[in-house]
Structures are given as C-alpha cells and as structure tokens.
C-alpha cells in the first residue's frame, strides 16, 4: 500500500493496536452470549460491566447510566426521539441548531415532518458559536429538549456547552449534547454540565467502529428504543457487542490517560500547519472559532478553487483530508455548517478540513503544506474567475 498521510481523524481514527488485542479474545476465546446463565459467559458479562464503570468515570457518571449502541448516529436518534415520544404530552417544541451532524438534524426533520413537533434551529455566529441569547429567546413554555453538539465536525468550534446546560436546567428542559467528536478530546462531567443525555462513538476515538453509547441520566423516562430481550436494562434490546465494548473500554481508558498530552501535541502541530497556510496562500481563511476548538482541527476556505478537485489532487498525493461539499449525496452542495457561519457559496465551495493525530509530524505538514500550495496555484490558473479578479485588481 503507498505511504499515505492520513489526516482526516474527524472521519475515523485508527483503532489503536492495543484496542484490537483487548477485543480479540472476546471473539476467539470468551465467546459466550452475556445472557446465558453458565459460568462460560462470565467473562463476557465481566466485559460489559468493566467498560461502563470506565466510561462512567470518564464522564462524572454512574456505570448504570450507560447505554451502548452501534454508534454516535443510533444515540442521537434515540436520545431525540425517545424525549419526543416520552414528552410529548408536556410539550412538541424541540431546540437544536444548525450546525448539527445529520444524525440530529434528519432525525428533527423526522420528528416535524411526521409527529408534528415543532424545532427551531438556532443560528451560529461567524465563529460557528451558538448565540446564548437567540437560545434563550427560542425557549417556550412547551419546550421539552434542547440538543446541540459538543464540538463541531466541521470546524471544530466547541460550544458554550456549560451556559446552554444551565438554561436548560433553570427551566427544566432536557438537555442532550452530540458529543461524537469531543468524547474522548477534552474534559467532560455531564453534573458540571448540567447534560441529561450524551452521545458518543468509540471510532472517533481510536477505538472500533460500530459502537458507541448514550448517557442517560438517572430519572429521565425513556421508553425502550430497540424492543426485544432485556438487554441494556430493557432499552436497547439485541445480543451486546461483546468485542466492541472490550475495545470501546480500553479506547476510553487510553484517550483519559493521554488527553492532556495528546491534544497539547496535536495543537502545536495544527497551530504550526494553520500558520503556515495562512502566511503562504492568498485568498484563504481559516473557518471555525480561532482559539475554542477542538485541537486536531484546521478547516480553511480557498478562494477561486473548487474542494473537490483540490481534495482529489491531494489524494493523489497520498494526502487524506475532506471537503464541506455533499458530495456523497450525489449533490455538490456546500455544507448547511460553511453557509451557517455565512460563508457565500463560492467560498464555501473551496473548503478543506484536516484533522490530525498525535502520530502525525511536523516533516508531513511540511510536505502538506508544499503541496496545498501547489495544487491551489493550478487549480486557480484554470480559474477563469481567478482570471477575471486578477485582470480586474491590476486594472
Ligand atoms: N455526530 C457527529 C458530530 C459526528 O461527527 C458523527 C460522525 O461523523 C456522528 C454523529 C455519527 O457517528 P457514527 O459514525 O458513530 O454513527
């Protein structure tokens, strides 16, 4: 396989070695269904238990107030629609903002367009941060939750999580956070943050794919998402994933003990990219609030250049990063997170996000670098609209 420079961890991580050998026996040796009764199944049933009393810890929280699913999407779903179907008869208005993961947004949609629930989806400033006072002007006497994200995928702005938790409290709404991509990158305590409902991913945090889990606090009366056995303190039916809780366990284990160190690491490293794009391009911005933002993450616009193709010429490169386009739609729309922090289309058109690993080394981001600056030369010498404002600037 040819050498590649993977930075785009806000799409996935690598599941770290140590991760894949805690999984391992849980399929090869300890295999017994958590559910049976004889002594075989210990192990497996030991597992689950570890891994909640490990991400309990990690969140301020009580182990029985973890819930595992397949993932950050299934605990959006399920944090949003459970409060929708248990609390409907409070009240249909639900908050959100538009900066949300689809996960969020398509499941609002879901909610307005089917169950007659009404959302209002909050604008964000320039920085992508929700406004606190848009927020305390949506809330109604029928408000029932307010969900907005931890830190943005995009472009890794972290919102004012604490403040939103306290409106939420003093007025006894629910309170839920998508915290797909912070779990795991900065300290969290779902009491200090007055969260009701936390979701999480284990793939975003060098852990395996297709598990994840919810926080729901103690008290709150959610029906079963998923029907069947008695699974998950009856919410969430279905035989557990037995090596990817054992994986999930030691990803949250590894990233406590490392965070600190990490993130100062990735930080330097992003700040030392980001300055050297900015003082070496023309015509670019860098998107996303400068200094509240989650440390692995750089998302520049260029101007008079298409994201596509530059991300395509970097790929052949090796270099992986991603676009704001839609483009797995089959639309190439810029993302609803560039043209909410009020990016004009063409702008928003030209984006590219990067986002490391502590693996990754300054001699890559010089390479990265070199080659950005490269590629956006081409790309804008084919531009006839980089022609037009350059002919029109010298006029
Ligand atoms: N929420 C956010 C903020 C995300 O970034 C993602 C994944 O990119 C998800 C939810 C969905 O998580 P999963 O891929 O585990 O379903």
């Given amino acids: 396989m040819k050498q590649v420079i993977y930075l785009d961890n806000a799409a996935t991580t690598r599941t770290r070695p140590e991760v894949v050998e805690a999984m391992v026996p849980y399929f090869s040796e300890h295999y017994g269904n958590p559910s049976s009764v004889y002594e075989f199944s210990t192990p497996s049933k030991q597992v689950i238990a570890k891994t909640r009393e490990i991400i309990g810890k990690s969140l301020g929280a009580r182990p029985n107030e973890i819930y595992f699913t397949a993932g950050g999407t299934e605990s959006d779903n399920w944090a949003i629609k459970a409060v929708a179907e248990a609390y409907e008869t409070k009240g249909r208005h639900i908050i959100t903002s538009k900066i949300e993961h689809h996960a969020v947004l398509h499941t609002c949609e879901y909610l307005e367009k089917k169950r007659g629930f009404e959302v209002t989806y909050l604008d964000v400033d320039e920085n992508g941060t929700v406004k606190i006072e848009e927020l305390k002007k949506a809330i109604r006497p029928d408000t029932i939750l307010i969900s907005i994200m931890f830190a943005n995928n995009e472009i890794g702005t972290i919102e004012p999580v604490k403040e939103i938790g306290q409106i939420a409290k003093e007025h006894g709404i629910l309170f839920h956070t998508d915290a797909v991509q912070a779990y795991g990158h900065v300290p969290i305590n779902v009491d200090e943050y007055h969260i009701d409902m936390l979701s999480a991913s284990g793939h ?38 037995v090596p990817g809780i054992a994986g999930l366990g030691k990803a949250v284990e590894m990233a406590m003990d490392t965070m600190e160190k990490r993130s100062h690491k990735e930080r330097e490293l992003r700040d030392y990219l980001i300055e050297r794009v900015m003082a070496e391009v023309s015509f670019v911005r860098l998107n996303g609030h400068k200094s509240n933002r989650l ?22 490169n090796g270099i992986c990063g991603s676009s704001g386009s839609a483009c797995t739609s089959g639309s190439l729309d810029p993302s609803h997170v560039l043209l909410a922090i009020g990016l004009p289309h063409e702008i928003a058109h030209g984006s590219l996000r990067l986002t490391l690993n502590e693996e990754n080394t300054r001699e890559e981001m010089d390479y ?26 010298q006029a």
């Fill in 204 to 241: 975003k945090l060098n852990g395996p794919k297709g598990i994840g889990f919810l926080y729901i606090r103690t008290g709150l009366k959610l029906r079963s998402f998923v029907h069947g056995g008695a699974q998950e303190r009856k919410r969430r039916g279905g035989t557990e994933n």
């Fill in 295 to 316: 440390s692995n993450n750089a998302n520049f616009a260029f101007q008079f250049v298409e994201g596509e193709s530059l991300l395509i010429m970097l790929d052949m």
């Fill in 368 to 393: 990265v670098v070199e080659k950005i600056k490269e590629i956006v030369d081409r790309l804008r010498a084919m531009s006839p609209l980089y022609e037009d404002f350059m002919k029109k600037s």
